[in-house]
């Protein structure tokens, strides 16, 4: 089958590798028709992440047809148009008893790793380097699903792919960032970073009962796409941001931040490039400038929601002013088979179309240049959607084969 | 609690000596030798500091001991920081094998330095040969203390554990089956039950060997702790430990294990040390976790990277397998090993 491979920084190949087969009596195996590239992705792309091994499979957003499934796997059969999502799951451990999913115990074979950097492994995580388990990605034409009968749920035929893709990861990783706000009627939710997961995050804001959102990012694009979801907005290159954020809250501040952004973090001046050099150096592994400004900007007793992935270490982290002023920090990977069956409803009964964030759609085959668009975001670009089997120019248009 | 947690440390100290299972785990913690290779060590590392401070500051002398002419002092200089550095060495690290090797090839330079000494015209050649003698005393010492540092001789100790999501009486009962044992354990190719107690055990070594000892159960208390140990006359001193304690909060038990493996000479002294590498404690760790992933979710769970093993050496691309990649794979799951893989291409189903 073909495959979008990572053979080390800013370098994808799309070649032909053998098909996936059952390995564990629970897993399926899903003939991909959607695929698409997460903003976590250019982590990996851009060389952040440790651990990847050349060859790599990528991929942890997307859906498709079962065509076999192992003796275990009693709720799925072949034919049925499922969408996977992107961390893996037992069901049977205590974390997934107590429905936090991506944090189960028995699916990263390489916990080891990631114990060794943070004390403790979270969940395998479908191509997302081998701290996280080391699975083949879903950027194929064919993935293997291990606990198919915990994690993929099926779809209805009305909805397209565009539609219900994004129950992968970005939706419920919006949504469980906007959730961890605990909102209350009347709450104004402020938001770093208006890529996809960002645009999640302001419509969920929304749903959850939010007043007013207000959204901070720099690309015309993304905050011309955040105002369309009624967010108000700050283009940090042209405001400060805390000096913009208090004046539009009488000085109080937002009750909750939501950092969208995570290690990768822009920003204006000198602060960015004392980052960038600490990361260059090593001496910090994650850019934290967005989690920074959040903490300092929130009012006195609210929450910052870290849903923004970190790989490492950051450097001048404000504790100080989390402690004095009783802020709470909530954090984690989404915890997507939680989130994925309610979400799934809202887009049934028309809350919500996830459709919306979609710039581009591109063949497999595109996958490196796809890469390398979402990354400059050339062409406008802010969601790039793979298919197997498109024909197309390119540059983003094109037909199903 | 208090009670079987008693029971279970005599059963423990029967088994490990004084301190039970903790002695032994915490020496292994550590990366404790032996203790006589240890002392040795020291012997040789205070040795090495005298010989470097005399030939650093005295060479003149150390020259007219050895019988070597006085125009070689910047050498015997030299020599003497090399004798330092390793001294050091060996004080620096718990475990000094490499300082004690390094200590081997320097005396390896001696002697060829003291045979070319003793081909001038200036040296004395009684004093040559006795100094020659003196080190290749030294040397003997060296190369045993480094083969007993480095050998495995000093056994293999782990100790490590998890918490099941199962009733102790469940993970018990699994684990008392010692059959079990090689579904998660990587380096036992099988344990047979010969009835009344006993078992027979067989661990894979390099290229095709085994390793085959019989053991026989110390303790069995249900649901509490299983203890055993190999036979007395074995070719292999091992004994292991399995205690079970019911976890906070009914959330299931907590497993603790210990393992032991005697000093052994020779091949099966050099299997079983090859068998659990530098890190023993690890290997316990990885073990333990594919026990808690076959009671938790019935078999050990694999990503394409894990195929050929979860060490950092045996990672693969996370990617499908050919099948001709797979011969060497150690542990696939039991059900689809024999049908796994096919050599790439399309799939069309």
């Known amino acids: 089958m073909r495959a979008n491979c990572w053979y080390g920084k800013t370098t994808m190949r799309v070649e032909d590798v053998p098909d996936p087969q059952i390995l564990n009596q629970r897993d399926a195996i899903i003939k991909i028709s959607s695929t698409a590239i997460c903003g976590s992705d250019l982590h990996l792309y851009n060389g952040f992440i440790p651990t990847m091994q050349k060859g790599d499979i990528l991929g942890h957003e997307f859906m498709g047809e079962v065509v076999e499934v192992g003796r275990e796997v009693h709720n799925l059969k072949a034919g049925d148009r499922v969408v996977v999502p992107f961390p893996i799951a037992c069901g049977n451990c205590f974390f997934c008893k107590e429905q936090m999913f991506s944090l189960c115990e028995n699916s990263n074979p390489n916990a080891w790793m990631a114990e060794k950097m943070f004390g403790h492994s979270p969940a395998g995580l479908f191509g997302y380097s081998h701290l996280t388990g080391g699975y083949a990605g879903g950027q194929a034409e064919y993935a293997r699903v291990p606990f198919a009968d915990v994690g993929p749920i099926k779809v209805p035929d009305h909805l397209t792919?565009?539609?219900?893709?994004?129950?992968?990861?970005?939706?419920?990783?919006?949504?469980?960032?906007?959730?961890?706000?605990?909102?209350?009627?009347?709450?104004?939710?402020?938001?770093?970073?208006?890529?996809?997961?960002?645009?999640?995050?302001?419509?969920?804001a929304f749903l959850l009962g939010a007043e007013r959102v207000i959204a901070i990012d720099e690309v015309h694009e993304r905050l011309q796409m955040a105002e369309q979801g009624g967010a108000e907005t700050i283009n940090y290159r042209e405001q400060n941001v805390y000096e913009a954020l208090m004046e539009m809250t009488g000085g109080r501040g937002p009750d909750a931040c939501i950092d969208d952004v995570g290690l990768e973090a822009h920003a204006p001046g000198i602060i960015e490039a004392y980052d960038r050099v600490k990361q260059a150096m090593m001496l910090e592994s994650d850019r934290p400038h967005a989690l920074r400004e959040a903490i300092m900007c929130c009012r006195n007793g609210g929450t910052i929601s870290v849903i923004g992935v970190y790989g490492g270490f950051i450097d001048k982290f404000p504790m100080g002013s989390v402690m004095n002023r009783s802020l709470t920090i909530k954090t984690g990977q989404a915890h997507v088979q939680r989130y994925m069956r309610p979400l799934l409803q809202m887009i049934e009964n028309g809350a919500i179309d996830p459709s919306f964030?979609?710039?581009?759609?591109?063949?497999?085959?595109?996958?490196?240049?796809?890469?390398?668009?979402?990354?400059?975001?050339?062409?406008?670009?802010?969601?790039?959607?793979?298919?197997?089997?498109?024909?197309?120019?390119?540059?983003?248009?094109?037909?199903?084969? | 609690?208090?009670?079987?947690?008693?029971?279970?440390?005599?059963?423990?100290?029967?088994?490990?000596?004084?301190?039970?299972?903790?002695?032994?785990?915490?020496?292994?913690?550590?990366?404790?030798?032996?203790?006589?290779?240890?002392?040795?060590?020291?012997?040789?590392?205070?040795?090495?500091?005298?010989?470097?401070?005399?030939?650093?500051?005295?060479?003149?002398?150390?020259?007219?001991?050895?019988?070597?002419?006085?125009?070689?002092?910047?050498l015997i200089r030299l020599y003497g920081a090399r004798e330092l550095a390793s001294g050091i060495a060996i004080f620096a690290q718990e475990k000094p094998t490499e300082a004690v090797w390094a200590?081997?090839?320097?005396?390896?330079?001696?002697?060829?330095?003291?045979?070319?000494?003793?081909?001038?015209?200036?040296?004395?050649?009684?004093?040559?040969?006795?100094?020659?003698?003196?080190?290749?005393?030294?040397?003997?010492?060296?190369?045993?203390?480094?083969?007993?540092?480095?050998?495995?001789?000093?056994?293999?100790?782990?100790?490590?554990?998890?918490?099941?999501?199962?009733?102790?009486?469940e993970v018990y009962n699994f684990w008392r089956d010692f059959q079990n044992l090689p579904r998660f354990m990587r380096h036992l190719e099988s344990v047979e039950d010969l009835g009344d107690g006993r078992s027979h055990w067989t661990v894979k070594g390099p290229a095709g060997t085994t390793v085959e000892w019989e053991a026989t159960m110390i303790a069995d208390v249900p649901g509490e702790v299983i203890t055993w140990r190999s036979?007395?006359?074995?070719?292999?001193?091992?004994?292991?430990?399995?205690?079970?304690?019911?976890?906070?909060?009914?959330?299931?038990t907590i497993v603790k294990v210990n393992l032991n493996y005697a000093p052994v000479a020779g091949v099966i002294g050099a299997t079983i040390a090859k068998l659990f590498g530098e890190e023993p404690e690890q290997q316990l760790d990885d073990d333990l976790r594919r026990f808690k992933q076959v009671m938790e979710v019935g078999e050990v769970v694999v990503s394409e990277a894990t195929l050929l093993g979860t060490g950092y050496f045996a990672q693969r691309p996370g990617r499908p397998a050919a099948a001709s990649e797979l011969e060497d794979a150690e542990m696939l799951p039991s059900q689809t090993a024999t049908n796994y893989g096919s050599e790439g291409g399309t799939m069309r189903r």
């Open chain 1, 161 to 204: 792919d565009e539609q219900v893709l994004f129950l992968s990861d970005i939706f419920p990783t919006g949504y469980m960032g906007a959730e961890m706000c605990n909102i209350k009627p009347g709450d104004t939710i402020a938001i770093w970073g208006c890529g996809p997961v960002g645009q999640f995050s302001i419509r969920s």
């Open chain 1, 357 to 401: 964030v979609v710039t581009h759609t591109m063949s497999l085959d595109d996958a490196p240049r796809a890469y390398e668009m979402f990354k400059n975001k050339d062409d406008n670009c802010i969601k790039v959607v793979l298919k197997p089997d498109w024909i197309g120019n390119g540059n983003g248009n094109g037909t199903i084969h």
């Open chain 2, 1 to 74: 609690m208090p009670i079987n947690q008693q029971t279970a440390a005599a059963y423990d100290s029967d088994l490990f000596g004084p301190g039970g299972a903790n002695y032994a785990g915490e020496r292994a913690k550590q990366g404790l030798p032996s203790t006589s290779a240890k002392r040795l060590a020291k012997g040789l590392g205070w040795f090495s500091v005298g010989l470097g401070l005399a030939e650093l500051l005295a060479p003149r002398a150390i020259a007219n001991i050895s019988g070597v002419s006085n125009t070689h002092t910047g």
């Open chain 2, 103 to 169: 200590r081997v090839a320097g005396d390896a330079l001696d002697l060829v330095s003291l045979g070319v000494a003793g081909t001038s015209s200036n040296a004395k050649l009684g004093r040559v040969a006795f100094a020659t003698a003196n080190v290749l005393a030294v040397t003997a010492l060296d190369v045993i203390c480094a083969m007993q540092l480095s050998n495995g001789s000093q056994g293999i100790h782990a100790r490590a554990t998890c918490i099941v999501n199962r009733a102790p009486e």
């Open chain 2, 231 to 252: 036979l007395e006359n074995s070719d292999v001193d091992h004994a292991g430990a399995v205690r079970f304690e019911r976890a906070a909060g009914g959330r299931g």
